[in-house]
């Protein structure tokens, strides 16, 4: 079997947009983006728990909302050394969960060979389950983002 990639979306469902992982997965499985080798996990605030899913990775893709001060609704993408910047510098509460996860991963020597996040700039993390106007109308664009990710 050739490489085995994971998306794996991870932020909180009742943040707003926070929660864009949640809706951006719901929209590619619906509009069948992704074929059926790619696995997709929705990790939530989880942490340690999703060890169990990077056994045998070697192209994991992190979506997320990501606080990088650009425009609501910019798509970006972070790969290799930006990443513990990118793990240091988020504030919602899977963000412990996180750099604990891909840290055991180093330690149990299951660190995928590639891990790009590919985010998004929130608009608003108030509580709620509803995306910004803003954020729900890039979705399609994003889940573009990670299909193209993904089928590299």
């Not at 932020?11 to 992982?21: A, F, H, I, P, T």
């Not at 997709?40 to 909302?65: H, P, R, S, W």
């Not at 055991?104 to 790009?116: E, F, G, Q, W």
């Amino acid at each position: 079997m050739g490489s085995t990639t994971l998306i794996l979306g991870v932020g909180n469902y009742l943040q707003s947009d926070d929660g864009v992982s949640v809706h951006t997965l719901e929209y590619l499985m619906i509009n069948e983006m992704i074929p059926s080798h790619i696995h997709m996990v929705d990790g939530g605030t989880c942490g340690l728990d999703l060890l169990q899913y990077l056994e045998g990775v070697e192209n994991l893709i992190l979506v997320d909302a990501v606080h990088a001060g650009k425009e609501p609704g910019t798509i970006i993408r972070i790969e290799g050394d930006r990443i513990p910047a990118y793990l240091a510098m988020k504030m919602s509460p899977h963000d412990i969960g996180l750099p604990d996860l891909l840290a055991t991963a180093k330690l149990r020597d299951i660190y995928p060979s590639k891990v790009v996040v590919l985010g998004i700039e929130p608009e608003s993390v108030q509580f709620g389950v509803e995306l910004s106007d803003t954020i729900y109308n890039k979705i399609p664009e994003f889940a573009e983002a990670i299909k193209r990710e993904a089928i590299l």
